[in-house]
């Protein structure tokens, strides 16, 4: 992406004014040449075409024959200055303007970094704004976002330079969370523009997860988005990145269905309990959990998930189950104690089991004297047992409406849909690639906005300045719906006149001969019009800065 006016117009000026206060020799002598010595500090490259096609950038170049008339002899104080000067724009605006702008990636995450860092590089929600504010304020970040989760810490920048961006990018991260620049470097990533976009868009369709395509990282991706609104940095291509990768993960879900099926022992659970049971009953079934512990809680939450909004849950203390319904809103959870258990389970229609028990809860004894369930249940009671060492002994199998599912039966159904998910993987692939290049189109299509606003704003001040010509020969007493009339007219007129240039700076980069095309369009438009004005107004605030550094 080519250096944008905005960083022309604030990091280029920074970047000069720190060299111009620097106490060397030769900055102040490049700092205090006249007015006529800074000439041409910044001009378009027009010899340069192919480079100007690509980036549009802005080449700074040393005129000298405008310093000294040819045939003069340069004083050598001036031809000292003059040699600082060159080595100033060197060092800093001719390398930043002829640079890409990179979208980058820095991030610790679940597969990185052990949880101790994580959670010290951790930042809330309420301080991403803030967050982005300070990025933004590095000398070599335009743009920035925070995605951090239990799983992951990700900042994604807009960067002049990769190198200096995420230097200042990684010193900002020890800053913040104590950690030294060496530990984070051991186990950081980083990635660059389209292997950048890849990964995010992975990110929000679920397959950088540790649960393949699990939905909970889709909305905390929206919420970048959401909180990003109308914070400054928060700029359009970061903006637009998390916004197409909402778009990838909504339609990797959709056309690939990746998160059906349960991947983890708990939620193989609460599904093949479902499926035993009647569709019909899935509401009305009495649910019974045994232990609320890890496994338990987990069992509990996926219940919930699949609409069930009662069940009683037996555990040694309270407390436990207590903080999981402050938890859980608008779920009715039952807390009983572990002495109610056999008496809980005579009243429940499916008895999950999730306890560090070393010896069997239920045995044959205990589950052949309790009551029938309901035939709108299927007329069998349902343990299903997730607990190893084993809660439920097998011989409760031989028990006549009783049915007895364990981990090894679970571990079946998870190793299977975990297959399937991969499948799924490999074409949520192929949507990602779609979508990657469609994202990078757009980001290159964004070269020729500057143009289209400056065309329209240079046709607008033609027409009212040429209308107001028109209006003054008409007299003062011209009726307002003639005047209404003639401007119309006006507007009419230049409208026509600017829809075919606007359309050929109109692409959507679905193909490279399209978008070089529109490109040679920009630049041909810039300077058949003069529009490059914006650049010559850099240059009277650089000579301004430079000057009242003089004084």
């Not at 056309?255 to 939620?267: D, H, L, M, Q, R």
């Not at 990078?440 to 606003?453: F, N, Q």
Request: hydrophobic share 40%; aromatic share 4%.
């Amino acid at each position: 992406m080519a250096v944008s006016s905005t960083f022309s117009g604030a990091k280029l000026e920074r970047l000069l004014i720190n060299s111009c206060s620097s106490p060397s020799a030769s900055s102040l002598r490049a700092c205090s040449l006249s007015h006529q010595q800074m000439k041409a500090f910044c001009k378009p490259n027009r010899g340069r075409k192919a480079l100007a096609q690509r980036t549009g950038g802005v080449r700074c170049e040393v005129a000298q024959s405008d310093a000294i008339n040819e045939g003069e002899k340069m004083d050598p104080s001036k031809a000292s200055a003059l040699s600082a000067l060159e080595q100033l724009k060197t060092s800093a605006a001719d390398r930043y303007t002829k640079e890409r702008s990179s979208i980058v990636v820095i991030g610790l995450s679940v597969h990185t970094a052990p949880v101790e860092m994580r959670e010290k590089l951790a930042i809330p929600e309420a301080e991403w704004p803030r967050a982005i504010a300070e990025l933004c304020g590095l000398n070599h970040i335009e743009e920035a976002a925070v995605l951090s989760t239990c799983n992951r810490m990700e900042i994604y920048v807009v960067a002049l330079s990769q190198h200096r961006g995420v230097k200042e990018v990684t010193e900002w991260m020890s800053k913040t969370s104590g950690i030294p620049v060496s530990e984070i470097c051991e186990h950081r990533f980083l990635l660059y523009n389209k292997d950048a976009t890849q990964h995010i868009f992975e990110v929000s369709a679920g397959l950088d997860s540790l649960v393949l395509g699990e939905g909970q990282i889709l909305a905390q991706v929206k919420q970048v988005v959401k909180v990003g609104q109308g914070v400054v940095g928060f700029g359009r291509n970061i903006s637009g990145l998390f916004k197409h990768a909402i778009t990838v993960g909504k339609r990797v879900r959709t056309e690939t269905n990746i998160a059906a099926g349960a991947v983890s022992v708990s939620s193989a659970a609460v599904e093949l309990a479902l499926m035993k049971l009647p569709e019909s009953s899935h509401a009305t079934a009495r649910m019974l959990v045994i232990g609320a512990g890890k496994m338990g809680k987990l069992v509990i939450k996926h219940l919930v998930a699949k609409g069930c909004t009662k069940m009683v849950v037996v555990n040694r203390s309270e407390e436990k189950v207590a903080a999981i319904h402050e938890e859980m809103q608008g779920v009715e959870i039952i807390y009983r104690p572990l002495t109610d258990m056999l008496a809980c389970s005579a009243e429940a229609d499916v008895v999950f089991t999730s306890t560090a028990s070393e010896t069997p809860l239920f045995l044959k004894e205990h589950v052949k004297d309790l009551p029938p369930v309901s035939s709108e249940v299927g007329g069998l009671r349902l343990f299903v047992d997730i607990s190893v060492p084993r809660n439920v002994g097998s011989c409760v199998s031989d028990v006549e409406g009783a049915r007895l599912y364990n981990v090894d039966d679970l571990k079946e159904v998870v190793a299977a849909n975990k297959e399937d998910r991969l499948r799924k993987a490999m074409e949520a692939q192929a949507i990602i690639a779609e979508e990657s290049k469609q994202f990078e189109a757009w980001r290159d299509s964004l070269e020729t906005v500057p143009t289209i606003k400056k065309l329209r704003a240079y046709a607008e001040r033609i027409r009212v300045a040429e209308l107001e010509k028109c209006l003054s020969k008409m007299g003062e007493d011209i009726p307002k719906k003639t005047r209404r009339a003639v401007d119309d007219l006006s507007r009419g007129i230049v409208n026509k006149l600017l829809h075919g240039p606007m359309q050929h700076l109109r692409c959507d980069g679905s193909d490279d001969r399209t978008l070089s095309e529109t490109l040679e369009n920009m630049h041909a438009l810039n300077r058949m019009f003069g529009l490059e004005s914006d650049i010559s107004l850099f240059e009277q605030k650089i000579r301004a800065k430079v000057e009242q550094s003089q004084k």
